[in-house]
């Protein structure tokens, strides 16, 4: 199957589609990868709210890692492009990652939110060079991992300058 302009058909063809496409925020006509960041803010608040301990926070972020790797692989395949723009669970968990580091509070909330766009839009280096040469499930999510920890570093500084 190979289609550019997956719809809700392709969506609910299969759990990986559903996933990677971010239970349908990466549909959105416009801006999906802003979208489905958005969706990052209740799956943080659903690990909070399951997962007590910053060690189990992070074991169920590893494995909504592991779930993208396996659900954006299969749907790029399925699409024929590797990193679809409509795929976003890259984008969900890489921003789940980050507010994991991020005070509390709308601002810092904000904060976060804009530099891990900023981030994965721009790809600095080593983020361009994983979105170009890792073309698997496990490229697609590791680009947005990288844009994530820059996104922490400028969090985590500006928290100390304050």
């Known amino acids: 199957m190979t289609t550019l302009r997956p719809d809700f058909k392709f969506l609910f063809a299969h759990p990986?589609?559903?996933?990677?496409?971010?239970?349908?925020?990466?549909?959105?006509?416009?801006?999906?990868?802003?979208?489905?960041?958005?969706?990052?803010?209740?799956?943080?608040?659903?690990?909070?709210?399951?997962?007590?301990?910053?060690?189990?926070?992070?074991?169920m972020l590893t494995a909504a890692f592991l779930v993208g790797v396996w659900a954006c692989g299969r749907t790029g395949r399925a699409l024929g492009v590797a990193d679809h723009g409509g795929m976003v669970w890259d984008e969900i968990v890489a921003y789940a990652l980050v507010l994991l580091f991020t005070p509390?509070?709308?601002l810092w909330i904000a904060l976060a939110f804009a530099l891990f766009r900023l981030f994965d839009i721009l790809k600095p280096w080593p983020i361009?060079?994983?979105?170009?040469?890792?073309?698997?499930?496990f490229g697609v999510m590791f680009d947005d991992l990288l844009a994530a920890g820059y996104a922490i570093a400028v969090i985590k500084g500006v928290q100390w300058l304050v």
């Open 16 to 59: 990986a589609h559903l996933i990677a496409f971010g239970f349908g925020s990466g549909l959105a006509p416009k801006a999906p990868g802003t979208v489905g960041t958005l969706l990052g803010l209740p799956l943080f608040g659903l690990i909070v709210a399951v997962a007590p301990g910053l060690t189990n926070r992070i074991i």
């Open 104 to 106: 509390s509070g709308w």
């Open 128 to 137: 361009r060079y994983a979105d170009t040469h890792l073309k698997t499930g």
